[in-house]
Structures are given as C-alpha cells and as structure tokens.
C-alpha cells in the first residue's frame, strides 16, 4: 500500500523579491501576484442564451511594502521614472522554506516598472515602525515553481 506524502503549507512570511537577477531585499509584505481573463459575453442568436468568451488578458500591479531604511534603490528606481526615464525589468517573487533559501514557489513577471511610491506615514501616538511602498506596474506574470 503506498503512503501519501504530507505537503504542509508554505508560511507566508518567507520571501524575497529579485530585480534584474539581483536580491533586492527583505520585504515585509508583497501583494498582487494576480492575473485575469476578462470575460466577453455574446448573445447567441437564437438560442436564448449568453456564450462566455475570453477577453483581455490584465495583470494586476505587484506592491512591496518594507521597513525604511537608508537604502534608496527602489525610491531612486521611481525617481527616474517620475524623470521620464522608465526602466522596464524583469523580476521574481519567491516563496522560500524555512532555511530562508531553498525555493518553493517562483512568480516571475516581465517588464516591470515602478508606477507608484508611497513613503512613510508618521504618528507621534504609535509606535509602529515606519514602512515605504512601491507599485509596479508589469506585462505579464507565471509561476514556474
């Protein structure tokens, strides 16, 4: 009798984010790993009923969220781009064990660019650390892992 192999779940807080093949960071949230068929419906003639056909294919923008620092790669990334001088890259969310290393699920998406930062919001009353955001707007998204 063969015995079923357990595969627990990955745990959401571990993972890392890849810039032009480069690690650029820890993260404390990354959101937007999604994609959508637009759907088109058409009146069959006749048949009193709706066909359902596939429209647009979307994909959402991916957001970073990470705790301020002095590093200011991403911001500058933006920067530019507020310039007029857009950089398109590729890029990867990963999903990592626990090892913090080994490679469980792989999201690359293609000719990203920064569309949106958010700095910091302050609150003399909290006591919460101060977190930065950037937007990136991409051309398309597939998970090889």
Known sequence: MAVAVRADPASAFLFRVELRGIIEGFFRECSGLEST??????????????????????????????????????????????????????????QVGMDGRTPIARWNFSNGWPTKYTGPSFNSSGNDISVEALEIAHEGLERVL
């Open 37 to 94: 068929i637009q759907v088109i419906e058409d009146a069959q003639v006749g048949r009193g009923q709706m066909a359902k056909l596939p429209g647009r294919i979307q994909y959402a923008n991916i957001v970073l969220r990470w705790g301020l620092t002095s590093t200011t790669t991403l911001y500058e990334w933006h920067l530019r781009a507020l310039q007029g001088r857009v950089e398109r890259v590729n890029g990867a969310v990963m």
